[in-house]
C-alpha cells in the first residue's frame, strides 16, 4: 500500500513538472493576435525572421504569413568571393521560404542583391527574377528592388494588378520598358540611378500607368528627352543631369512637382527646355545649375507655394514671375534674385499675392541689398519675411557697409505697414542686415515679433547693441507694440548696457526714466559675470510696482551657492512690490 502512495505520489508529481513545463513553454508572443505578431515580425530582416520561424509551430505560420518580406540590409555583403558558399546558403533560404510560404499575400517585399559578388552572374541572376516572380504570384502590393552587377534588368511581362507602389534602384543598369499591351495599377512609380532603354518607358506610364500618382526620377540616364503625361499624376520629383536636353511635364491633377535640373556634362546650348502644363499645380520646388534653357510654365493659377533656387543663366525670369504671381509663400536664393535684377531692369516684378518670402543668402552684401529691394517692392501684401544665412567661401571678400537706414527709407517698400513676423539670420560680418531690421523695427507699424538668430558668438553684442542703440544717436527706437522682450548675452558688460538702457548700477538705471517698469510683470535674468545684473534686477525689484515673478535660471552654472547668496542678497533690498524670486537649479 505504501508502495502505491509513492507510485501515485511519484505520478502526481511527473503531471505536475508536466504542467509546469507546458506553462514554460508557453511565451506571451504566441498569444498575440495576428495582427499585433505580424507588425512585430515585419520590422525584423530576413535573417531574423527565418530564427524566428525555427522557435515552434506557432512562430513559423506566422514567419510563413508576415506581410513585409525584407531581404536587404547587410545580407549580401557578407557573401563576397571568398564567402561564396554562405551566398549559395543564403540564395537557398529564400528559395526555401519563397516555397513554404505559397499563395500566402505579401504587402511588402524588399530586395538588394549585388552581383559582383558571385561567380555564375547568369545562373543567379534567373534565381533572382524567380524570387521576385514568387513575390508577384502572392500579389504583392510594395515591390522594392536594388539590384547591381547586371547589364539589364527588365520586370516579368505580367504585373499583378495588386501592385500599388514600383522602386528600382539599378546602378546605372539598362531598364527595359515593361510591356505596352498590359495595364498596370502602379500608383507609386521611384527609379534611381537607371539607364532608360528609350523614350517608350514614358510612353508606357502614359498608355498603361492609368492610376499612377507619384511618380519619382533620380538620376535617370540613357535618354535626351524626357516627356511625361499622365491624366492621373498628382506629384511628380526629378533629379534630372548630364545629356538630357528637354523635360516635358504635363498633368491636370499635378499639384506638386519637385525638380532640379543640373546639365553637368552637356555644353550650355540655347535649344535646353523646360515645359510644364500643370492647371491645377499648387506646390513647385525648381532648383537648376550649370545650364541654359528657356523654361514654359503655362498658366499656374491654383499655385500657392513656390521655391525657386535658379542658376543665373536660365532664360526670362521676367516671365517665370509672371506665372508664378498667383502663390502665397515663396522661397528663394541670392543667384535667383540677383538673376532677377541683372542687366539694369527697371520693370518691378508684380507679386501682389506673396504673403510669406523667405530669402536664402550668404549674407546682404552690397551687391544684393539693392536686388533685394527691388524684389520687395513687388509685394505690397508681404506679412512674414524670413532671411536664412548659407554658408559660402566667396563671402569674405564682399562688402556689406553701404546700404544703411537711410536707404531704405527711400525704397518707400508698401508692405511694411502690414509686415507682422520677421526672422533675420546673420552672418559673422553683419552691417547691412543691422540697419535693414533697424529700418524695420522703426516703421513696422504692426509689426508683433522680431526673430534675431545669432550663429557667431562674435556678432552677438554688436547686433543686440546696434539694434537698440546707434551711437551718436540721441533718439530711442519706438516699439509701442512690443510686449515681451528676449535678449541673449554672454555678460551685462561695459559696451552692452547703454545699448539696454561694474560702472552702472542703481542710479544708472534710475536716469534712463524707464517707462515700461511700472507695468512690468514677470522678468527672467540669466546668470552672467560682474555686478550689473546685479544692479539692473535690484533696480526692478524696487521700482517695478506690478511685479509678480522674477526668475533666475541657475542650470549649468559653477559656483552656484555664490550665486545663490548672492540673489538672496539682493532679494533682501526695499521691494516695492509683492513679487515671488525664483532660483531655478
Given at each position: 500500500m505504501g508502495r502505491k502512495r509513492k507510485l501515485l505520489g511519484a505520478s502526481a508529481s511527473c503531471e505536475a513538472q508536466g504542467n509546469c513545463s507546458e506553462c514554460v513553454m508557453s511565451d506571451r508572443f504566441s498569444d498575440l493576435p495576428d495582427e499585433v505578431a505580424h507588425h512585430i515580425l515585419s520590422l525584423l530582416t530576413f535573417k531574423d525572421l527565418t530564427r524566428v520561424g525555427a522557435v515552434s509551430k506557432r512562430c513559423r505560420q506566422l514567419h510563413l504569413s508576415v506581410p513585409v518580406v525584407d531581404f536587404r540590409s547587410h545580407w549580401h555583403w557578407l557573401g563576397r568571393r571568398e564567402n561564396y558558399l554562405h551566398n549559395l546558403r543564403l540564395m537557398s533560404s529564400m528559395e526555401r521560404y519563397l516555397l513554404c510560404r505559397g499563395d500566402n499575400r505579401m504587402q511588402r517585399f524588399c530586395m538588394d542583391w549585388n552581383f559582383f559578388l558571385t561567380r555564375r552572374a547568369t545562373q543567379d541572376y534567373f534565381?533572382?527574377?524567380?524570387?521576385?516572380?514568387?513575390?508577384?504570384?502572392?500579389?504583392?502590393?510594395?515591390?522594392?528592388?536594388?539590384?547591381s552587377g547586371v547589364p539589364s534588368f527588365s520586370l516579368p511581362p505580367f504585373l499583378p494588378q495588386s501592385l500599388r507602389s514600383l522602386s528600382v534602384r539599378l546602378s546605372m543598369v539598362i531598364f527595359k520598358t515593361p510591356s505596352l499591351s498590359i495595364p498596370s495599377n502602379l500608383r507609386y512609380l521611384k527609379l534611381v540611378l537607371v539607364k532608360i532603354e528609350d523614350e517608350r518607358f514614358f510612353k508606357w506610364i502614359t498608355c498603361c500607368c492609368k492610376c499612377i500618382k507619384q511618380l519619382e526620377l533620380v538620376d535617370i540616364q540613357g535618354i535626351r528627352n524626357i516627356t511625361i503625361e499622365s491624366s492621373s499624376l498628382e506629384y511628380f520629383h526629378g533629379f534630372i543631369q548630364n545629356d538630357i536636353l528637354h523635360v516635358n511635364i504635363s498633368g491636370e491633377k499635378l499639384e506638386g512637382i519637385d525638380i532640379c535640373l543640373w546639365f553637368r556634362r552637356y555644353q550650355e546650348t540655347s535649344s535646353n527646355s523646360l515645359k510644364i502644363f500643370a492647371p491645377n499645380l499648387k506646390n513647385l520646388n525648381w532648383n537648376s545649375s550649370n545650364g541654359r534653357y528657356s523654361p514654359n510654365l503655362g498658366k499656374l493659377k491654383s499655385l500657392e507655394k513656390v521655391q525657386l533656387f535658379l542658376d543665373p543663366r536660365v532664360n526670362e525670369l521676367d516671365k517665370v514671375l509672371c506665372n508664378i504671381c498667383s502663390a502665397k509663400d515663396l522661397i528663394i536664393n541670392e543667384r535667383t534674385i540677383k538673376a532677377i535684377f541683372k542687366d539694369g531692369s527697371t520693370a518691378v516684378p508684380i507679386l501682389d499675392n506673396i504673403c510669406n518670402l523667405t530669402v536664402h543668402f550668404t549674407g546682404l552684401n552690397d551687391d544684393l541689398a539693392p536686388a533685394v529691394a527691388f524684389l520687395l517692392k513687388g509685394m505690397p501684401n508681404l506679412n512674414f519675411l524670413s532671411m536664412k544665412t548659407t554658408s559660402s567661401l566667396s563671402r569674405d571678400a564682399q562688402t556689406s557697409a553701404c546700404f544703411g537706414i537711410e536707404y531704405w527709407k527711400l525704397q518707400n517698400l508698401a508692405f511694411l505697414h502690414q509686415l507682422k513676423e520677421v526672422t533675420i539670420e546673420y552672418p559673422d560680418n553683419v552691417s547691412n542686415e543691422l540697419e535693414f531690421a533697424r529700418y524695420i523695427l522703426e516703421h513696422a507699424q504692426n509689426l508683433k515679433k522680431m526673430v534675431n538668430l545669432l550663429n557667431f558668438e562674435d556678432t552677438q553684442f554688436k547686433v543686440v547693441a546696434r539694434m537698440a542703440f546707434k551711437e551718436g544717436s540721441m533718439a530711442a527706437p519706438r516699439l509701442d507694440n512690443i510686449c515681451k522682450l528676449k535678449a541673449w548675452t554672454r555678460n551685462l558688460n561695459e559696451d552692452l548696457v547703454p545699448a539696454l538702457a561694474s560702472g552702472f548700477g542703481t542710479e544708472f538705471w534710475k536716469m534712463q526714466n524707464l517707462a515700461f517698469v511700472h507695468q512690468l510683470e514677470e522678468v527672467t535674468?540669466?546668470?552672467?559675470?560682474?555686478?550689473?545684473?546685479?544692479?539692473f534686477a535690484r533696480y526692478i525689484l524696487e521700482h517695478a510696482q506690478n511685479l509678480k515673478k522674477m526668475v533666475f535660471p541657475l542650470t549649468g552654472v559653477r559656483y552656484q551657492s555664490k550665486a545663490e547668496a548672492e540673489i538672496v542678497r539682493m532679494s533682501r533690498s526695499k521691494m516695492i512690490s509683492a513679487s515671488t524670486v525664483i532660483i531655478r537649479k
Open positions: 534565381r533572382v527574377i524567380t524570387w521576385i516572380h514568387n513575390a508577384l504570384r502572392c500579389n504583392v502590393e510594395e515591390l522594392d528592388l536594388c539590384i535674468i540669466g546668470h552672467c559675470e560682474g555686478s550689473n545684473r546685479t544692479d
